[in-house]
């Protein structure tokens, strides 16, 4: 059994045509705990993101880490404090 959390991810992408190749790599690779992903341009060239989670804090804290380090992107999440287990 493992024990995961549901968590939200907000990012702001300060430079969209810049970031959102790499952003979209990282998020790829995280697609095995994503449930939703949300996003809305604007046409001041920012784009807001939301990611919708479900996994082990490591894994979880691991994604936030990720995007957080892509240069123009500012990145925020909420985890949940009550642990969902399930069975592998």
Known sequence: MTEER????????????????????????FRQIIR???GTPFPE??????LTVM????RINALTGRLGQIPNVQV???????????EV
């Open 76 to 86: 925020r999440s909420a985890i949940s404090k009550r642990s969902i287990n399930r």
């Open 45 to 50: 060239g920012v784009a807001v993101i939301s």
């Open 6 to 29: 549901i968590a939200f991810i907000g990012a702001i992408l300060e430079d969209p045509e810049g970031a959102q190749r790499e952003f979209n790599s990282v998020v790829s690779s």
């Open 55 to 58: 996994g082990d804090i490591d």
């Open 36 to 38: 939703n992903r949300s």
